[in-house]
């Protein structure tokens, strides 16, 4: 019997034992499950940092690529092209040569304007010479009338009036000589300066015969052949024909509009970014210069951004996209602006405590951009705000934050909703 109690009681304990343990597994899993209800009835919210980072208040305004310089060639005379060296899409350096023109009757009219000034100058010549005979000429008569006279003076009545007189006419009339030739020289040189001049006209026509560039630039259209009769470019009568057209593909220009806001930013001399998409490549551009007066129907004021293009690569007519920085600060406290809520002209946050509570806090605002604000009063620096949603939290509800920059995706789909 002993032995048999024995036995009984160790069943009996080892049964207690069992149960306790069941009871105790029991407990443990249940208050784990009321802990993971308790963490999934949690609301995860979207939060963000207050953080200082710079504030730029930026416009980008598009425009449309035009050449710093574009100019159709004319002809300055008229005449066949003998040789045109220049095609569509040719670039060209100043001063070199596009073309050839013939004009036969210009160069006889320069041949006869040579003629004519080497007739002038033989009557120059001749008009010196002239002077120079007169001159002896009249040496010689002056001299026997002072002698006559002197002679006359000493001895009266040796002279005869008569030979007198006519020496002091000789004398005279010799001197009056002189004056004529030398007026017929200057005559002369008058006529000789006249003929070079008229050389030089001839001349400076001939040369535009030979039809050069007036800029660096490229070729954008070609408007004549060889052997084609243009007429001169200083015809009033007839329409002339250029030749070719010449565009400045090493400097752009970029014109855009700049609304009446922006005006008073804008600076002469102000690098600006311009990108451009078709490449999806940016460039350096530079404020040149501005009508400095609004259109009346867009309200808009003409500004032109000067645009360096070394490799070509930008191309007359490409549009392309200004980011013009209008005012902004260093080292501003920002917040995403959707972070922030307008109440009736006031303006509040949701700031998550030390404990995750949520905190309605007003805040007083700065300068804005489309999508960053600055927070003058209010908040911290590294506070946590709830970012989206903000009606579907209760002020000192414990909520879950999750860092928007932890998973974008998420926080696509997270506006504040009960998980």
Do not use: C
């Amino acid at each position: 019997m002993t032995l048999q109690r024995r036995h009984i009681a160790i069943g009996v304990a080892v049964g207690l034992a069992v149960v306790i343990a069941i009871v105790l597994l029991i407990h443990s899993f249940t208050e784990a499950d009321a802990n993971k209800a308790d963490e999934q009835a949690q609301t995860i919210a979207p939060v963000v940092l207050v953080t200082r980072a710079p504030l730029a208040n930026s416009l980008t305004l598009t425009g449309e690529f035009r050449p710093f310089q574009q100019v159709d060639v004319h002809a300055k005379v008229a005449g066949y092209i003998r040789h045109i060296f220049v095609d569509v899409g040719d670039k060209v350096k100043s001063g070199q040569e596009l073309a050839t023109l013939e004009v036969p009757e210009l160069n006889a009219q320069v041949t006869g304007a040579q003629a004519d000034i080497r007739r002038s100058q033989d009557a120059v010549r001749r008009a010196q010479s002239d002077i120079e005979r007169a001159e002896s000429t009249h040496q010689a008569y002056h001299a026997a009338y002072t002698r006559l006279k002197q002679a006359s003076e000493e001895r009266p009545g040796l002279v005869a009036e008569q030979e007198l007189d006519d020496s002091m006419a000789k004398d005279k009339e010799t001197d009056a000589q002189i004056n004529s030739n030398r007026a017929a020289l200057a005559e002369s040189q008058n006529g000789l300066g006249m003929a070079r001049a008229t050389l030089e006209r001839l001349s400076a026509l001939q040369a535009y015969s030979h039809i050069t560039a007036p800029f660096a630039g490229v070729v954008t259209k070609r408007y004549v052949d060889t052997g084609a009769l243009i007429s001169a470019g200083t015809s009033s009568e007839t329409q002339s024909q250029p030749v070719v057209q010449l565009a400045e593909w090493y400097l752009l220009r970029l014109v855009i509009p700049v609304p009446e806001s922006a005006v008073p930013l804008l600076h002469l001399g102000s690098i600006v970014q311009v990108h451009v998409p078709s490449l999806n490549q940016d460039f350096q551009g530079r404020v040149a210069r501005f009508a400095d007066a609004l259109n009346d129907e867009t309200r808009t004021m003409h500004t032109e951004i000067d645009v360096e293009n070394p490799q070509n690569t930008l191309t007359e007519g490409m549009y392309a996209e200004v980011k013009l920085a209008l005012h902004g600060k260093e080292n501003a406290l920002t917040l995403p602006i959707q972070a922030v809520v307008d109440e009736g002209g006031k303006h509040y946050v949701l700031v998550l405590d030390g404990q995750d509570r949520v905190q309605k806090t007003y805040v007083e605002l700065g300068e804005q951009t489309s999508s960053t604000v600055e927070l003058l009063h209010g908040v911290s620096e590294k506070d946590k705000v709830i970012s989206a949603g903000q009606a579907d939290y209760q002020i000192g509800e414990v909520v879950k934050p999750k860092l928007e920059t932890e998973s974008a995706d998420a926080h696509e789909g997270q506006t504040g909703e009960r998980k």
